[in-house]
């Protein structure tokens, strides 16, 4: 057993990871400053006695008691419309936040895992995105607060690997959807899922031609699990290479829906990424990690959720 800190953990991934965590008999610590996060996602949670919740916000230094074995970094405002909504908070998460997590993982010896994110790939030119490329980011558009934040947290990171001997991870998490997304977040299954299913016209941007590649939450949380218990040192993108175009995605949610929603198409935003699919060989060959889901099974929970939580 290990005890282990999840920063992030109200949210949507921080809390199925904490679930995992748990249920394979670990002691957690989640701290979260709900900003992004919802205290709902862990109430299931209260009466654990291996579970403990501390508000906290990752850009002050962390003060929790005890040592930590394992501490898992996912504090960051993460959907588009919540980083452009919070900018600073979204730089300084990924900046001193990532600095203050680094700092107790030092302090303690504890191993340490970044949930970086396919964003520091920007609008790919490479396709699919193997981790040795090293993007194509626009340094100060509307998105840099996510992407070039990441991007310092994987240059933080590896330094305080290679300078003060940290042991570190590097995950680069591409969409993930699930249970557990707020309705209203933004971000495509959400938004189009909650459309479809009270009868609305499904919103897409631009054209739709552009690509995303869609992960069921627990394929990717056993993969950061996998991650963080590895001896892999490089950065591991984390993602399901099945890939979509955004109008396919709306055609296979209107049709699991069966309300008949139409299509609206809306513009598309500045700097929207037009493919991104990981390249999984890492991940498959050094954590013998594939993703087990089929996406019409993790769709089909994830709208039954959206459903529960319209109460339609
Ligand atoms: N998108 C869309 N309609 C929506 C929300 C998103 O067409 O209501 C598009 C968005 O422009 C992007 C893709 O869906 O091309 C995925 O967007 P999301 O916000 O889920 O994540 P991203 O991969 O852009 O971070």
Redesign the pocket.
Known sequence: MARVLVAGAAGFIGSHLTDRLLADGHEVVGIDNFITGNPRNLSHLHSNPRFTFVEADVIRPIVVDGTFDRIYCLASPA??IDYLKRPFETLYAGSDGTRNLLDRALADGARFLLTSTS?VYGDPQVHPQPESYWGNVNPNGPRSVYDEAKRYAEAITMAYHRYKGVEVRIARIF?TFGPRMRHDD????P??SCQALRGEPL????D?S?T?SYCYVSDLVDGLVRLMESDLREPCNLGNPYELT?RELATVIADAAGSGSTVVYKP??ED??KI?RPDTTRARTVLGWEPQVPFADGLRVTMDYFRQTLGL
């Open positions: 959907s588009p964003e969409n933004g971000r495509v299954v938004a189009f919103t897409v941007f631009g739709g552009q995303r955004v598309l935003p929207d990424p991104r």
